[in-house]
T-cell receptor
């Protein structure tokens, strides 16, 4: 049973446009959410996070939105750059660790 | 300086063997984790460990055991390796008193033949 779902395995976006990656979760006990970026043959690297008491967090080109009633979060990247091409994992969790989604492969087209 | 390191990066071994993967973090974190990324690309937590408590994901076979010689290290021992153990294993660490952000190592790709 997947508690964290990323329903889009891949997403292609033109350079300069906005990339929107989506994530849904089922466990209402999750109290924080993170986005990780992963390049091939490397470990996931932290991108941005949000706690359950907030609905938006912004860091430069990256913004994460949380809709608790819908159990949905999204990551917005604007403007998208070629270096943003990677797999993005949504993660949710508590003190014992993180539950990850399956990832979305973002491809930025020149 | 690498924050979370793992050795080896690649490990090829035969069924039935016993192997270990080492993990070290130089961040001074109090909690370390092991994750498994299987062929379907899911990253699943296997263990969570700090000085006081080991939390084991109940789906992990008891052939897997974490061993922590000190606060900066959490090694993963696997006995009687099986074909299904082939995966990429990631170590991670976190300072629970500061942040819920986890820092990941580069991963160890284990192939069991």
């Amino acid at each position: 049973d997947q508690q964290v779902k990323q329903n889009s395995p891949s997403l292609s976006v033109q350079e300069g446009r906005i990339s929107i990656l989506n994530c849904d979760y089922t466990n209402s006990m999750f109290d924080y959410f993170l986005w990780y970026k992963k390049y091939p043959a490397e470990g996931p690297t932290f991108l941005i996070s949000i706690s359950s008491i907030k609905d938006k967090n912004e860091d430069g080109r990256f913004t994460v939105f949380l809709n608790k009633s819908a159990k949905h979060l999204s990551l917005h990247i604007v403007p998208s750059q070629p270096g943003d091409s990677a797999v993005y994992f949504c993660a949710a969790g508590g003190a014992d660790g993180l539950t990850f989604g399956k990832g979305t492969h973002l491809i930025i087209q020149p | 300086d690498t924050a979370v390191s793992q050795t080896p990066k690649y490990l090829v071994t035969q069924m039935g063997n016993d192997k270990s993967i080492k993990c070290e973090q130089n961040l001074g974190h109090d909690t370390m984790y092991w994750y498994k990324q299987d062929s379907k690309k899911f990253l699943k937590i296997m263990f969570s460990y700090n000085n006081k408590e080991l939390i084991i994901n109940e789906t992990v076979p008891n052939r897997f055991s974490p061993k922590s010689p000190d606060k900066a290290h959490l090694n993963l021992h696997i006995n009687s390796l099986e074909l299904g153990d082939s995966a990429v294993y990631f170590c991670a660490s976190r300072d629970r008193t500061i942040s819920f952000r986890q820092y990941f190592g580069p991963g160890t790709r284990l192939t069991v033949t």
